[in-house]
């Protein structure tokens, strides 16, 4: 994979410890690459967090529902992150670097902008919850600066793409 070791490199501790539940989720799941669906699903259940009452339960059945699940990989050790994942880093290292400087970054520059991973907007809308509602409540969970970054984040979200995906992915007519 492009560089990964030094790529992650740039993360803190605790990020690199959601990667390694993630990547455990990755292969219950008989998926060979961690995705960023992964990633917030390691950090729902390792906060207990619900965001638009999106629990990690919820967001697991969600995955189910869009993402086909296989036999279960047995363990390795390289972590194998998915080419459309590695973005989602690229804009938290850039994030992280635009509002504050600090050597490692935290994983709170990651959960915002997986979101931009069509997947991961997705399952949170199979689960039924309002995507911007979604984004507001994450990022009042992750706490000063996030709430004051919501213009940014949402500017990032394609909503009425995601909407019309939604509506073909779910059988339902497009209400435009």
Known sequence: ??????????????????????????????????????????????????????????????????????????FSSSLHLSALFIPVFNLAIKDADDYI?????????????????????QVVMVCGADLVRFLSDLLDMLEDPFPRLFDHYLGRLDVVSLSKGMNIVLHRPDNE
């Open 1 to 74: 994979m492009r560089n990964c070791e030094k790529l992650l490199g740039q993360f803190d501790l605790h990020t690199k410890q959601l990667l390694s539940t993630a990547g455990s989720i990755a292969r219950q799941r008989g998926h060979r690459a961690v995705d960023a669906y992964h990633f917030l699903l390691a950090w729902l259940t390792d906060t207990g967090s619900a965001p638009a009452s999106v629990n990690a339960a919820l967001y697991d059945c969600g995955i189910d529902y869009l993402v086909k699940r296989g036999p279960e990989i047995a």
């Open 101 to 121: 400087k600090e050597d490692k970054v935290g994983y709170q520059w990651i959960i915002p902008n997986l979101l931009t991973r069509r997947t991961v907007a």
